[in-house]
């Protein structure tokens, strides 16, 4: 499976972003696909995350504020983001694990202006 993640770019405080993560292969039997995030200097955290059946987890700093969601027929997972903030400034990735292996998409960055 190959991850393709897109929609970064450079916002203003308080503004919204939404990040797709196309996948190569049908999603449909993926179990969880995730967003992390790394900012300069920091290691990369969870942000979010989704199952096959829709459930959903987010971390505590973005909760309230981003959402994500599946769309198994175009095999992509989406992470919208709103209010967002500085600290929200990092390089985002999307992320499955199939068994014994784990895949990373190449990462998009988001930057927020203060």
């Known amino acids: 499976v190959q991850l393709q993640a897109s929609g970064g770019g450079l916002v203003q405080a308080g503004g919204s972003l939404r990040l797709s993560c196309a996948a190569s292969a049908g999603i449909r039997s993926i179990n969880n696909i995730a967003w992390y995030r790394q900012a300069p200097g920091k290691q990369r955290e969870l942000v979010a995350g989704i199952t096959s059946g829709g459930s959903t987890d987010y971390a505590d700093s973005v909760k309230g504020r981003f959402t994500i969601s599946r769309d198994n027929a175009k095999n992509t997972v989406y992470l919208q983001m709103n209010s967002l903030k500085p600290e929200d400034t990092a390089v985002y990735y999307c992320?499955?694990?199939?068994?014994?292996?784990?895949?990373w998409g190449q990462g998009t960055l988001v930057t927020v202006s203060s």
């Open positions: 992320n499955t694990v199939m068994g014994p292996y784990v895949y």
